[in-house]
T-cell receptor, first 114, second 114 residues
Framework: KAGVTQTPRYLIKTRGQQVTLSCSPI?????VSWYQQTPGQGLQFLFE???????NKGNFPGRFSGRQFSNSRSEMNVSTLELGDSALYLC?????????????FGPGTRLLVL | AQSVTQLGSHVSVSEGALVLLRCNYS??????LFWYVQYPNQGLQLLLK??????LVKGINGFEAEFKKSETSFHLTKPSAHMSDAAEYFC????????????FGKGTKLTVNP
């Protein structure tokens, strides 16, 4: 079974631009979560989507948004990029069923903001 | 709120020696506990998890961890380190029956010396 895929793997943007990252979950998984990883702050939860609805949201500004499609694929968008948004963005998927709470991670998208 | 503390941001062991990575958690509700490993320029790979049942859990690559409720700990061990174990290890907690949001520790970078 194919794992979680994320595109693109690497991205360079300049301050003020916006960016969209894509995540395709493991087949059958209906929950997709996004995390930001930086050397200073570590791994931080951004948001979770389940059945096209945002279920949980982390403590990030409104410039960070996401959505989920009917096929469970998810995108996250960051508008008005800042230098501090440079990070590895990780997507994780799960069944979101009792007894199957494990999240499986993709390889990440490394974003560099100049 | 949940939190995770990993003692030691860097751990160095000799090949063949015992690996012990420490994790303590704080949770107001029964937790699910996870260990993930991250190799350079990759995403997170699940090593093992505790959700319910047996408190000693075995994972991939010879790793195991024991959930100790009284000590609020979930330390990761491996009897004999291998060069290929060199990576960064993350302990994470989520709420049993609640949000699937993972709260991560800051990570421990494991170095294995020949």
């Amino acid at each position: 079974k194919a794992g979680v895929t994320q595109t693109p793997r690497y991205l360079i943007k300049t301050r003020g631009q916006q960016v969209t990252l894509s995540c395709s979950p493991i087949s059958g998984h209906r929950s997709v979560s996004w995390y930001q990883q930086t050397p200073g702050q570590g791994l931080q939860f951004l948001f979770e989507y389940f059945s096209e609805t945002q279920r949980n949201k982390g403590n990030f500004p409104g410039r960070f948004s996401g959505r989920q499609f009917s096929n469970s694929r998810s995108e996250m968008n960051v508008s008005t990029l800042e230098l501090g948004d440079s990070a590895l963005y990780l997507c994780a998927s799960s069944w979101r069923l009792a007894g199957e709470e494990t999240q499986y991670f993709g390889p990440g998208t490394r974003l560099l903001v100049l | 709120a949940q939190s995770v503390t990993q003692l030691g941001s860097h751990v160095s062991v000799s090949e063949g020696a015992l690996v012990l990575l420490r994790c303590n958690y704080s949770s107001s509700v029964p937790p699910y506990l996870f260990w993930y490993v991250q190799y350079p320029n990759q995403g997170l790979q699940l090593l093992l998890k505790y959700t319910t049942g047996a408190t000693l859990v075995k994972g991939i690559n010879g790793f195991e961890a024991e959930f100790k409720k009284s000590e609020t700990s979930f330390h990761l061990t491996k009897p004999s380190a291998h060069m290929s174990d060199a990576a960064e290890y993350f302990c994470a907690v989520s709420e049993k029956g609640g949000s699937e949001k993972l709260v991560f520790g800051k990570g421990t970078k494991l170095t294995v010396n020949p």
